[in-house]
């Protein structure tokens, strides 16, 4: 039995009935060169495609060619290539990294050819969620005080500031307030002021500064750093007030006088943010994270294309999608640029991917690195290959604009941040940009969090499902097995997204994750 899904624009997998058995392997496009076992497959075995055996065991998430691929020839999935066959492939063989690789590519980047207006949602049927309008008209999913330390050396002091609200009681009487947040991270000294470097760092302190999910902070540096905490307040527009106060360890006369200092401003600031309450709110107010990490052959099948699906939704009901890591879209980036609202969008996402390949040679690296072995062990082989899966988290809007790493998003629809392929980085990146929420696909099964956005754990597999059941909120394999479309799957998650923005606790939120998940992007020289 087959099935044909393509996750580059998602299309329906019909509900299996009670009779009929799940698919043992899929193909995805009458185009492709090989299919995927959805079930660990034996040598022999009856694929039921093209009655095609395997001539080896396939693991289940690998490929296997359909018919005889000679070497150097191109190896096609999704309808698209993703390698050269390194040698002669036969019908039925396991199609992996010792018979697949990478090689010169020459993509065709049309602009805006697929360009369409989002379907407006019928009047009367738009979706609303609970969440706390903001002053500046913005809407946050969740209520959190932070702590924002401007360089490593402040870290310490930022930590035992918030233990004492988190877990010594200083939050009693206070149950509105989500949590003390203290975003520490490793650099903000020793840095040229003029590079690229000192920009992305004080973009996401200010980023995260001002992200609608955050009410109250304080900003606590050492003092004699070079990230300087005034010059961030004036690079980004900031003013110091009742629920924004900053303070230097130097100035304030060491260690126990900043921590009795700064808890004394947060404790002022409790009250109000404390009687901050959940209105009903347009999904406008939505700027949603979309991300993949320990990914494998399935998350391009399932838990991508319905994440796409309702990120479509999510635009639709005018809130916004952000699609980001650009080394993990590499080999995929035509499918946006025939997406892009104008030319100059098309050009810049381009230009990201030139810098790139700039910054990937200054590094003595090259974009082609990935997958990890995670990625690969899960089915992955080439980046063509994972990038096609991972872009299918962006649906099929219309791309209205390109972002550099934690800029402020402004636009709504579906954009593109420019980010790290690195999850905790990425995501720092799309955090500090506005995102109030986060919608993270995993094959494998990570498990982190990201405060102070909540985040959702979406399963590309059931048995994985299964064996994290405590960390993965959402379950895609349903789609591998057609007990449910693409179509159901992203209905659901767009519920599932409501629902948490409204409040009900993420897993990771139950287990606390997220104070560890605060990266920078570090770029340039360490003097």
């Known amino acids: 039995m087959s099935a044909t899904i393509d996750p580059v624009a998602p299309s329906s997998v019909a509900p299996a009935s009670a009779a009929a058995r799940p698919p043992v392997a899929i193909l995805l496009n009458p185009a492709d060169d ?27 998430g690998h490929k296997f060619a359909l018919h005889p691929i000679a070497a150097g020839k191109p190896v096609m999935k999704y309808g698209q290539m993703i390698g050269f066959a390194r040698q002669d492939i036969a019908a039925g063989e ?16 049309e602009f805006c ?23 500046d008209g913005r809407v946050g999913t969740r209520n959190y005080i932070a702590i ?21 009681g200083g939050l009693d009487g206070f149950p509105n307030v989500d949590g003390v947040i203290a975003l520490t991270h490793g650099g903000g000294c020793a840095m040229n002021t003029k ?27 050492l003092g004699c750093e ?26 304030t006369g060491g260690t126990r006088a900043t921590i009795a200092a700064a808890r004394e401003a947060i404790e002022a600031m409790l009250p109000a943010v404390n009687a901050q309450v959940r209105t009903p709110q347009p999904v406008s107010g ?61 050009q810049k996402l381009l230009d990201r991917i030139e810098w790139w390949r700039g910054y990937a040679e200054r590094g003595e690296a090259e974009l082609d690195n990935n997958p990890s ?67 993270f696909t995993t094959g494998r099964g990570s498990t982190s969090g990201f405060k102070p956005a909540p985040t959702i754990k979406i399963a590309t597999n059931t048995p994985m499902f299964e064996h994290m059941r405590d960390d993965m909120d959402i379950n895609c394999g349903g789609i591998l097995t057609g007990e449910e479309t693409i179509e159901q799957a992203g209905e659901r998650m767009f519920r599932h997204i409501l629902a948490v923005a409204s409040g009900q606790k993420t897993l990771s939120e139950e287990f606390d994750y997220g104070d560890n998940e605060f990266v920078p992007w570090h770029v340039g020289a360490i003097m």
Request: aromatic share 6%; hydrophobic share 40%; with cysteine.
């Open 113 to 135: 050819v697929d360009a369409r207006d989002p379907v407006p949602v019928p009047a009367g049927q738009e979706a609303s969620f609970m969440g706390y309008l903001r002053p």
């Open 94 to 109: 396991h199609v992996h990294t010792q018979n697949l690789a990478m090689g010169e590519t020459a993509l065709q980047h």
């Open 226 to 251: 070079t990230n300087q905490i005034p010059a961030i307040l004036e690079a980004h527009g900031l003013r110091e007030g009742e629920f924004f106060r900053t303070m230097t360890i130097q100035n």
């Open 373 to 439: 072995h995670g990625n690969k062990v899960g089915g992955l082989t080439t980046i063509l290959e994972k990038s096609l899966g991972a872009v299918a988290k962006g649906g099929a809007s219309r791309l209205e604009a390109v972002y550099e790493y934690a800029e402020p998003i402004t636009t709504h629809g579906f954009v593109f941040m420019d980010t790290p392929g690195y999850d905790p980085a990425a995501v720092t990146g799309q955090v500090a940009g506005g995102c109030n929420m986060v919608c």
């Open 34 to 60: 090989v299919a995927v076992a959805c079930v660990e497959l034996a040598a022999g075995q009856d694929s039921g495609i093209n009655g095609v055996r395997p001539l080896t065991a396939v693991p289940r």
């Open 286 to 346: 939505l700027t949603v994270a979309l991300e993949c990490g320990g990914s494998d052959g399935y998350s391009g099948i399932t838990a991508n294309p319905a994440l796409g699906y309702a990120a479509d939704l999510i635009v639709r009901h005018g809130g916004t999608a952000v699609l980001s890591e650009t080394p993990e879209i590499y080999g995929a980036e035509h499918l946006l640029t025939r997406r892009a609202a104008s030319p100059a969008v098309a």
């Open 148 to 168: 924002v330390s401007s360089v490593n050396c402040s870290a310490t002091v930022s930590r035992a500031v918030a233990d004492h609200f988190n877990n010594k």
């Open 195 to 221: 590079a690229e470097g000192y920009r992305f760092l004080t973009r996401v302190l200010a980023g995260y500064a001002t992200n609608p999910n955050v009410a109250g902070v304080v900003m606590i540096g």
